[in-house]
């Protein structure tokens, strides 16, 4: 062997091995999951099912052809025979193949008939997509609160020098963890009603085998009984826009006893966040503390399509930095744009997402940042007098 | 009218028009009505957009090597991915298909070019627009078209990105190249076979073009209507999809797949012909089940029409549609099948050898059939719900299109470019673009089955940990399949350039008019229908 030769196999067999034993190959799943429900275990049989059929049928066919790849090859002195036609034959693998499929769509149809019997639920939550976010509001219980991806932006924009590194400053459920997730109770029938506010998404937790599109204007059903609590982790699976890759699904299931604890717990946040937004009506906030919390909450909210820089992507989603909006336009304007949204684009009223305070802070902030020094300061009272109506 | 008095009309038109005066340079190719000229233009076109597509795949590939953002937005990925997929669909595989159409059915059929030349041209010279608009909107202010090669409302309406125009613009003209490429097929097919051929005599190539012409006519205008309606959604105020004026996003995709799903097939059936003529020249043996064959076409191409809606399953159908639609894709699984087991009919007992088109026909027969098989798996509706929109729909496709469609164009280029160019190509550096792109397409392809049922989505820019081996593969070998394209065109220039001289009929397996005549292929061939008598003996 000459000596580039083994350089060559050297430097391939170092890059392969280099492959092979990078972290994560131990828990790389390669086949379908389980879950966790009647019907995704139903569904996986089915899927197993398919496979070793499509399997079966693969060496065999593949199996003759390269038989007679082998054996009926010219180098070898083959001669050709000369039949080309049979009648018996055809017919023979076409109805062998329909016995087949046959075979495949009794069980599909009975699972298929399950999946789609949505009666008799005991927990009723409508979900509804909007770019790029989940909001659950749970039916009979005054619940509803939006779910946002919660990785930093530094972690997937790579600002910490992890470019080199594989997965290195990274959490361990990167883009797969949310600020709030759903909760549901295990061994319950739990319906969702599945819509959307803007474009269309769709709402997908494998475990679960739950994949339903979420369409504007029209509502989906699905369901799932869960018998194992945990947290369960699913994406959206319909192409949304810009940040699809970054709505993520997060499902923690509790047991009936938690989960009624939580139910009482999500109570008594909501009375004492009612109260504080009643106190924030008659509180004045100094400049540095809606400044503060206005970055942030710009940062959470609106810097996926207005940009940290405040210079937006145009022009789908316009600059607010030297914005005759957020510089010499009304406040009471601003106000506006922010609690109701624009119907029909991609601006949506946050009226509902955050409270007064938040938005009294983040339009502070856009007309205080990036040079957009106007000095106007707006207060939670502002907000309710110019927005809420 | 007879086919015979047809026939001589056309030829002696022919005569009086541009027979011995052809033109040199450019002006050749701008004014061309010769069915070889135009046929060459279709593959070169063809090519060049298999390399701009496979360039924006690479740029995908290389961002998606890691988790992370690393060298593109997430919005311009989205533009990447739509792009890429419109321009493989209608730039690289269905003008190759309509390449092969103008060079070998004349040839074929014993006509002396196509039916209406004309048209012919202008079908050819509208594409290049097309694709200038489309790629050309990368350097708009609003960007590409970034709501998938799909397009689906309201996400390419109220929502896009301003690039709706010029995308449902450039549409409009691939659409308008595709129907009189059709028609012309259709027209050539029924009106210019030599005096003899009856149709259950025809090729299976010509078979299989027939049947894609009509699929085309009858689904393009399909097309040419969802993105009209589509415009007027954007710009003038209509609600078609849009429920707050009482239209319906999902009737989008009911008429979109109405649409797409025939045209999976478009991009298939070609393919079919091309390896049902190149495994029996390798084989050296008939065809196995000729008129089964034809039949097996038919009816893919008829109940392509009633499938549509296993794209849709998780939009919310009713028990019955779900119910409808998985049974009839399921029964398309059996008339392909039946192809599937012709061709290794055809193979045993044969008496093969392993020329470069046989090799691309072969891994042709198995990995086609891969993708077959994830196609069955998918039309079981239950589990759709798992594998809709992820990775495993993309090895999915991929393999139907492209160690299907692109390695058939493969096989086919190979097979007959002996008669195009008169010279044989080199058979070694041949062989080094079929391994090399065969293992590198199913490193490239073969792990998406796996990310996808490990829950990686699609058309996303950046994903999570879990995924991060498997994709760091996937990349390589899309590199490394990308580099062996270019071994191709190696081949290609070479053998244009020179080589061996190839005789009329350089393999001695083969049949069919297009070998009786010399190679290269004269200018004008059959300005007198064959007898086809004589040539069968
Ligand atoms: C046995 C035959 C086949 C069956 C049963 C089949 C079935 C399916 C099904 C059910 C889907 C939808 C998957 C999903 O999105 O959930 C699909 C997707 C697709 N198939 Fe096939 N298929 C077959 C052959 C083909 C062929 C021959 C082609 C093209 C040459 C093809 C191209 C595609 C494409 C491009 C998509 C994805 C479209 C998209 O969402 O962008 N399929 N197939
Ligand atoms: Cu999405
Ligand atoms: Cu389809």
Redo the contacts between chains.
């Keep these: 062997m000459s000596r580039s030769n083994q350089r060559w196999l050297l430097g391939g067999g170092l890059c392969f091995a280099s492959l092979l034993s990078s972290s994560a190959w131990a828990d790389t799943q390669l086949n379908l999951t389980k879950g966790v429900t009647a019907v995704s275990r139903e569904v996986y049989d089915l899927h197993m099912l398919a496979l070793y059929i499509c399997t079966a049928i693969g060496v065999v066919v593949f199996g003759a052809m390269f038989w007679s790849m082998f054996f009926h090859r010219k180098s070898k002195g083959a001669k050709a025979a000369d039949f080309h036609e049979s009648t018996k034959v055809e017919i023979l693998w076409t109805t062998i193949p329909i016995v087949i499929l046959i075979a495949m769509a009794v069980p599909a149809t009975s699972t298929l008939i399950d999946m789609e019997n949505n009666d008799n639920s005991e927990v009723t939550i409508q979900v509804t997509g909007s770019q790029w976010k989940w909001h659950y509001k749970y039916f009979d219980q005054n619940i509803e609160y939006y779910s946002v991806l919660s990785t930093p932006r530094e972690q997937y924009e790579n600002q910490n020098g992890s470019f080199a590194g594989n997965g290195a400053n990274k959490d361990e459920n990167y883009l797969l963890e949310v600020d709030k997730p759903l909760v549901i109770p295990a061994n319950k029938k739990v319906r969702f009603l599945i819509t959307s506010d803007d474009v269309i998404h769709a709402w997908w937790v494998p475990a679960f085998a739950v994949k339903q599109d979420a369409n504007p204007g029209f509502i989906n059903e699905a369901w799932t009984n869960v018998d194992k609590p945990g947290v369960y982790r699913g994406q959206c699976a319909e192409l949304c826009g810009k940040d699809h890759g970054f709505m993520p699904i997060v499902v923690e299931v509790k047991s009936p006893e938690d989960y009624d604890a939580w139910l009482n717990e999500q109570h008594a946040l909501a009375a004492k966040s009612a109260d504080a937004e009643k106190a924030s009506l008659s509180a004045s906030m100094s400049k540095e503390e809606l400044m503060q919390l206005g970055e942030s909450t710009y940062m959470a909210y609106c810097a996926a399509c207005h940009q940290p820089t405040g210079l937006g992507l145009p022009p789908a989603f316009p600059a607010l930095k030297g914005s005759p909006i957020a510089t010499t336009g009304s406040v009471a304007e601003h106000i506006d744009v922010v609690f109701n949204g624009r119907a029909g684009t991609g601006m949506q009223g946050y009226g509902k997402q955050l409270s007064l305070k938040e938005i009294a802070a983040v339009v502070t902030y856009e007309r205080n940042a990036w040079g957009n020094d106007t000095g106007d300061l707006v207060q939670s009272a502002d907000v309710k007098a110019a927005g809420g109506e | 009218m007879t086919t015979e008095t047809i026939n001589e009309s056309l030829v002696d038109d022919h005569h009086g028009d541009s027979h011995d005066h052809k033109m040199t340079g450019i002006t050749r190719w701008l004014y061309t009505t010769n069915h070889k000229d135009i046929g060459t233009l279709y593959l070169w076109f063809s090519f060049i957009m298999l390399l701009t597509g496979g360039a924006l795949a690479m740029v995908i590939r290389a961002e998606l090597f ?5 060298i593109v ?3 311009f990925f ?1 533009q990447l991915t739509t792009v890429h997929g419109l321009i493989m669909v209608f730039g690289a595989i269905m003008p190759a298909f309509t390449g092969f159409a103008n060079w070998m059915l004349p040839m074929m059929i014993g006509a002396p070019d196509m039916a209406l030349p004309r048209m012919n041209n202008w079908s050819f010279w509208i594409l290049p627009f097309a694709f200038a608009i489309l790629i050309g909107s990368f350097f708009m ?2 960007g590409a078209p ?3 090669w799909t397009f ?1 409302a ?2 390419s309406t ?2 896009s ?2 690039s709706t125009a010029f995308f449902v613009f450039a549409v409009h003209i691939m659409g308008i190249s595709s129907i009189m490429g059709a028609i012309n097929i259709v027209v050539t097919i029924m009106n210019l076979r030599a005096p003899g051929m009856t149709y259950m005599k025809m090729p299976l190539f010509v078979w299989t073009f027939f049947i894609t012409a009509y699929l085309l006519i009858a689904v393009m205008p399909v097309l040419a209507g969802v993105v009209t309606m589509l415009l007027t959604d954007t710009y003038f105020g209509t609600s078609f999809f ?3 004026g009482g239209g ?3 009737m989008f995709q009911h008429i979109f797949w109405f649409f797409g799903h025939p045209e999976v097939y478009i991009m298939i059936l070609p393919a079919f012909g091309i390896v049902s003529t190149i495994i029996p020249a390798f ?10 064959m034809v039949y097996a076409t038919s009816s893919i191409a008829l109940l392509s029409f009633i499938v549509w809606a296993h794209h849709m399953f ?3 159908m009713p ?1 019955f549609g ?2 409808f639609f ?2 009839c894709t ?2 398309i ?2 008339p392909t ?2 192809k ?2 012709n061709w ?11 020329e470069t088109p046989m090799l691309f026909s ?1 891994a042709f ?2 990995l086609f ?2 993708g077959g ?1 994830s196609g ?2 998918l039309a ?4 759709d ?2 594998y ?3 990775y495993f729909v993309v090895a999915h496709f991929h393999y139907v299109l492209v160690t299907g469609s692109l390695f058939s164009i493969y096989a086919g280029a190979y097979f007959w470019l002996p008669k195009w160019t008169g010279h044989m190509y080199n058979e070694s550096l041949a062989k080094w673009h079929f391994w090399c792109s065969l293992i590198s397409v199913n490193l490239l392809f073969f792990p998406m089955h ?1 990310l996808g ?3 990686m ?1 699609r ?8 995924f ?3 994709n ?2 996937v990349s ?1 070998g899309g590199f490394a399949f990308g580099l062996s394209q270019l071994i191709f065109l190696a081949v290609v220039i070479k053998c244009i350039r020179g080589g061996e001289k190839a005789p009329a009929k350089p393999w001695d397996g083969a049949e069919g008019l297009e070998w009786t005549v010399a190679s290269p292929a004269p200018y004008h061939t059959f300005s007198t229908p064959p007898n086809l008598d004589e040539v069968k003996s």
């Design positions: 890691q988790p992370g953002l690393q937005e997430p919005d989205n202010e609003s970034n709501f998938g689906y309201p996400l109220t929502y990105n301003g849009d429920a707050a319906d996003p999902v084989s050296r043996k008939k065809l196995f089940g000729y008129s089964s998780t939009t919310g028990l779900e119910l998985m049974y399921m029964l699984a059996v099948g039946v599937v087991f290794v009919a055809t193979m045993w007992r044969g008496s093969m050898s392993f072969i027969v198995i059939t891969i098989f069955l798996m079981l509706t239950p589990v719900f798992q809709h929109d992820t796996f049922l490990a829950g989505p058309r996303i820019p950046d994903y999570a940990l879990q991060a081996d498997f760091k593969w390589i």
